[in-house]
């Protein structure tokens, strides 16, 4: 291990880990509004590098029938629970939120993609396409059982992700799939070359993660998305609505896992069952930072990318062992919950 | 999906039942859905080509019935029943998957039905009860083939990296197989896992040793992985792999870094350009022309063929085996079995078969080429 392989690895370790970093503040976001932690996010990453590269190769993407699905069944079930409740005066206001919406999203895309979009555009059509996906599983799924211990909603979400691992075979194919860079710059940083797609993936996590604590922090309806993390009934007593903030949740989550996915489209060869890997890998950066602080999430993930890119090094078939022993003296530092120092963190 | 081929297949039976009995009856089992769809489509198609090549020895019309294992070894060991109990089917072909191939060699075995392979299988048979054979190229022999080709280029130290799963330890064996005193000397272990963001760690390491070739032990897109960081690094030394890695995606995803790659693979893969005295050359065309005719698709793939190499060792089989007995019996199955195990140098498109009973596999290295990727196109390279 020489100075300049040092160097490669670290760098090489910070672009895997800003990836990681976007996924864990995604579900660290989810988490404190919704007490739900949401295994598929990684999941959503990979459908939307499919997504984008079924769009490159001007092909309807899989995932306009998966949203189309998801809408009727979302739409259905707030309509009949709007019946039973006898509010009748909001059922058009849920059909128009709830299967309308992502419908005319659907049509936007449809259209558009008669025209030969140029890339930008394309990436702006997948990210459409992926938001709904969420808010509309956490209508279907999370939110009958809204006020369920947090062990019932991780098992739920454990489900829901393997029913949409089934789901992306169906929709995606079994083939991988790898876009066009984004960019083919390159810089040199002290005699290491990196590359633009670096650079890109690393401002997107920092921007994203000031956004987000500037949200949270000074923002009304940041403020209302934690008053409901803290306390669902005094938040409604306040003239919250759980149910809205957690939709507001999930849409900018999944904005952030589709951004991550992206971003990796380019660098790495993506299956529809690749998201499960990221998603656990960014679990665990979300655990180091307690699964509460954002910029602890940020650098738990970053963490993970560098020890990751290390191990591979070192020892290469012992590369996820390595990271997923991590959790362990993590969560005993975290179970024992006593004052904690920074070096732990690190190591 | 399932329902409905089970169903035209039973009515299919039904009909067939009533009319004529001296059909012989072939049970193809192949996976259309589930995660071995994407090789067990092309080895339906190919079926359908061969059909089209070849519907009927020596005046007996060939009945085929294919049914869908969804990728799931007891799915198929139903299949296989069925086919053999309801359907009376004189041989079995099949299927995509190498656990499921094995689950139906079970069950051929226990009915005492010939079985033709089209997925490696692994093992000893007991040669007293041998039911079935294997038509690919075992993956000892894909491997050696590479590392022959290594010597010839005077390589001496090899890098290795490869998926690590089984297929990875299976390349990697092989190449330590032929390393010798004087030549070949593989250096490296390392491995990565399908689903990786990332090799640069692993391939530092290959690069660390300073290697004159690195063999890659991947497959799919996948194995484009280390090729593309082995690029990013500047690596200007040769690279070698296996028939795994060939695809139309691989080419796709590799571009540039995967230029000038060199993989072992069988000969129907560059059928064009072989010599027109290679035993595969006129079958391999053929074998296109049919697949076309058969699917209107032209063939991009190597699985496909292996159906075909099936049905060529089925149709030589038979036409010796309809000289002592008569289809839909007991004695016909056994002959068929008998001259399967039979084969003498049978050419296919992707090698000459010799059976005998003892092993699965008879194939020797004229089954294999090496290959060279130039500009996203494979040629061959005598």
């Given at each position: 291990m020489t100075a300049d392989i040092a160097a490669i690895l670290a760098i090489d370790g910070i672009a895997t880990g800003a990836v990681y970093a976007l996924v864990a503040i995604g579900t660290v976001l989810i988490f404190t509004v919704?007490?739900?932690?949401?295994?598929p996010f990684g999941d959503i990453a990979a459908f939307t590098a499919l997504t984008l590269a079924a769009l490159d190769a001007r092909q309807l993407p899989g995932t306009v029938g998966l949203v189309v699905v998801l809408a009727c069944m979302a739409c259905a079930m707030e309509v009949v629970s709007l019946a039973r409740a006898g509010e009748f005066r909001a059922v058009p206001k849920a059909v128009l939120g709830y299967l309308v919406l992502p419908l005319i999203v659907v049509g936007i895309v449809w259209l558009t993609m008669r025209f030969n979009p140029p890339m930008p555009v394309r990436i702006v059509l997948a990210l459409l396409l992926i938001m709904p996906i969420s808010p509309l599983l956490d209508r279907i799924v999370f939110r009958p059982i809204a006020d369920a211990s947090v062990l019932l909603l991780l098992t739920v979400s454990v489900a829901l992700h393997f029913a949409l691992v089934g789901l992306g075979l169906l929709f995606f194919g079994p083939e991988g799939v790898r876009t066009e860079p984004l960019t083919s710059m390159a810089i040199e940083i002290a005699g290491v070359h990196v590359s633009g797609q670096t650079v890109l993936i690393l401002a997107a996590a920092l921007v994203f993660s000031g956004l987000l604590f500037l949200f949270f922090d000074f923002t009304l309806v940041g403020k209302a998305l934690r008053a409901t993390a803290l306390n669902r009934t005094g938040a409604r007593l306040m003239g919250i609505r759980p149910a809205r903030a957690g939709t507001i949740a999930y849409l900018l989550g999944s904005l952030m896992a589709g951004v991550s996915g992206i971003l990796i489209a380019p660098v790495n060869t993506i299956f529809y069952d690749s998201g499960f890997l990221l998603g656990l890998k960014a679990f665990v950066g979300a655990i180091v930072g307690g699964m509460a602080s954002y910029p602890g999430a940020a650098l738990g993930a970053f963490g993970v990318g560098i020890i990751e890119s290390f191990a591979s090094f070192q020892s290469s078939t012992l590369k996820d062992v390595i990271v997923f022993s991590l959790l362990i003296p993590v969560l005993l530092w975290r179970s024992l919950a006593?004052?904690?120092?920074?070096e732990e963190v690190e190591e | 999906m399932r329902k409905m081929l089970s169903l035209t297949a039973l009515i299919g039976g039904l009909v067939a039942a009533s009319t004529a009995q001296a059909d012989i009856t072939i049970g193809f089992v192949t996976s259309l859905s589930g995660p071995g769809a994407s090789i067990g489509i092309p080895y339906g198609r190919g079926i359908q080509a061969a059909m089209e090549y070849k519907s009927e020895v020596n005046g007996e019309k060939i009945k085929l019935i294919q049914l869908d294992d969804g990728s799931d070894p007891s799915a198929a060991t139903r299949n296989a029943r069925k086919l053999i109990e309801?359907?009376?089917?004189d041989l079995l072909i099949g299927t995509a998957t190498a656990p499921s191939t094995i689950a139906m060699m079970a069950v051929a075995t226990e009915l005492k039905v010939p079985m033709i392979a089209v997925s490696p299988v692994i093992g000893q048979p007991n040669p007293a009860d041998q039911w079935g054979i294997s038509v690919p190229q075992p993956a000892s022999l894909l491997v050696k083939v590479v590392a022959d080709r290594m010597k010839r280029d005077a390589m001496k130290n090899i890098g290795y990296i490869g998926f690590s799963d089984a297929w990875g330890d299976l390349v990697y064996n092989g190449a330590k197989a032929v390393e010798t005193e004087d030549g070949i000397k593989v250096l490296t272990n390392e491995r990565y896992a399908r689903?990786?963001?990332?090799v640069t760690g692993q391939i530092l390491k290959v690069l660390a040793v300073r290697p004159d070739a690195v063999l890659i032990g991947g497959s799919g897109t996948q194995g484009a992985l280390p090729l593309l960081a082995l690029g990013e690094r500047g690596f200007k030394g040769k690279t070698y792999g296996t028939v795994a890695l060939v695809n139309p995606d691989f080419v796709r995803v590799g571009g540039k870094a995967a230029e000038g790659i060199q993989v072992s693979a069988g000969p129907v893969i560059v059928a064009e350009q072989l010599?027109?005295?290679?035993?595969a050359k006129k079958l391999a065309l053929d074998f296109r022309a049919a697949f076309l005719k058969a699917n209107n698709v032209p063939t991009t793939d190597g699985f496909s063929a292996y159906s075909f190499d099936g049905w060529r060792i089925f149709t030589s089989a038979a036409e010796r085996a309809l000289k002592t007995a008569k289809p839909g019996t007991v004695e016909f199955r056994k002959a068929m079995r008998d001259e399967i195990l039979n084969t003498k140098e049978l050419s296919g498109v992707h090698a000459v078969y010799n059976f005998k009973a003892g092993a699965y596999h008879g194939v020797d290295e004229r089954a294999l080429v090496i290959v060279r990727l130039n500009n996203g196109a494979w040629t061959y390279e005598p």
């Open positions: 919704t007490r739900v932690i949401f295994i006593s004052q904690h120092s920074e | 309801e359907e009376k089917v689903v990786d963001t990332s010599p027109d005295n290679h035993f």
